[in-house]
């Protein structure tokens, strides 16, 4: 009885195995979806498709196996299994195997994996087994032979299902991973490089206007002659004799011709004496002899009204302005120009 006892957990063990065991090859057959079929019957080709599994998710994949039996003296021809899947499905795996079988036959067995791209049903095939004589063969025959009639496999259908969940295919087609980048019109471009090119210029203008103000006006030059002439005409302008305002008259008419003469001449004039300046001009060549007795009695006369206190005539007054106009003229050279800081004004100018 004991050892009775002792046995029993043992066959208990054993039965939980079977039943798992056939549990298991149940559920494999369950969910196992082969197609296996067989074309060429007796003849020198004969041919096994299988395709295993048939039921496939977007995440897995399929074996598609053809065993080829040939008559001696006969070999296969490439198969290319790709010429013969639909759009959906691509070969990523290949294996090709050639053995002699019972009989002097010929066993060739060439295996793909099919992968899918998305879900949907898809055929695969028909296949069709093409077999020719083999080069030894047709040596020893004297010449070839006509070959076999190929032998063509029937399509077989691939369910491919989806991995992702109901309504999950829609919110992953929703939109691309990355958004397409924004492309900014030409025009705005345009007008970007036209906006910069008027702050350029508007900050050019506005530097160059304040440059030109810190230099102040640019210098006006004019021939010695020509600004002495307009000194004379703007002194006349004023009515001085007329206004019985001789003195003043004869220092302005004295400064307009001691000017002309150091513009002119470079003689250093307005500074000196009457007769430091006339000892100056007696030294240089600058002067003719006649020039500069000209020079002394015009000096010597506006002396006496400037410091004797001497009263001079209408037509006196006025023939100092000729005097001065006459000696301008007759030495006037246009080569000799003169610095001119304010364009127009009164004698000082």
Request: hydrophobic share 45%; charged share 25%.
């Amino acid at each position: 009885m004991r050892s009775g006892w002792f046995i029993v957990p043992w066959v208990l063990a054993a039965l939980l195995v079977v039943v798992g065991c056939d549990r298991a090859g149940s559920a494999r057959s369950a969910g196992s979806t082969r197609s296996v079929q067989s074309v060429g019957g007796d003849g020198p080709i004969r041919v096994t498709l299988s395709v295993d599994p048939t039921a496939i998710t977007t995440a897995g994949r399929s074996v598609v196996r053809l065993e080829a039996r040939l008559a001696p003296g006969l070999s296969v021809k490439e198969i290319d299994l790709s010429k013969s899947l639909p759009e959906g499905l691509s070969v990523v795996d290949s294996r090709f195997d050639a053995r002699l079988a019972e009989g002097g036959s010929s066993l060739v067995v060439r295996e793909w994996v099919v992968e899918p791209f998305l879900a949907g049903e898809y055929a695969v095939g028909p296949i069709t087994v093409e077999a020719t004589e083999k080069d030894a063969n047709k040596e020893a025959s004297g010449g070839s032979r006509a070959a076999p009639e190929p032998v063509r496999t029937e399509a077989v259908k691939i369910a491919v299902a989806s991995v992702l969940k109901a309504g999950e295919e829609e919110m992953a087609a929703a939109k691309p991973v990355v958004d397409p980048p924004y492309e900014t019109p030409v025009w705005v471009w345009w007008s970007l490089g036209g906006l910069a090119v008027l702050l350029a210029g508007t900050a050019w203008f506005i530097a160059a206007r304040r440059r030109r103000a810190a230099r102040g006006p640019e210098p006006v030059f004019a021939p010695a002659h020509e600004v002495a002439l307009r000194r004379m005409s703007e002194l006349m302008s004023r009515k001085l004799v007329e206004a019985g305002r001789f003195k003043e008259f004869y220092e302005e008419a004295s400064l307009i011709l001691r000017r002309y003469i150091e513009d002119r001449f470079g003689l250093h004039a307005p500074e000196r004496t009457t007769e430091e300046f006339l000892a100056e001009t007696r030294s240089s060549s600058a002067l003719m002899e006649e020039d500069v007795r000209v020079l002394r009695r015009f000096l010597g006369h506006c002396d006496l009204v400037k410091f004797a206190a001497v009263i001079p005539s209408t037509p006196e007054a006025e023939g100092v302005a000729a005097t001065v106009r006459e000696f301008v003229e007759r030495t006037r050279d246009v080569e000799k120009v003169v610095r001119i800081d304010v364009p127009s004004g009164g004698v000082g100018a």
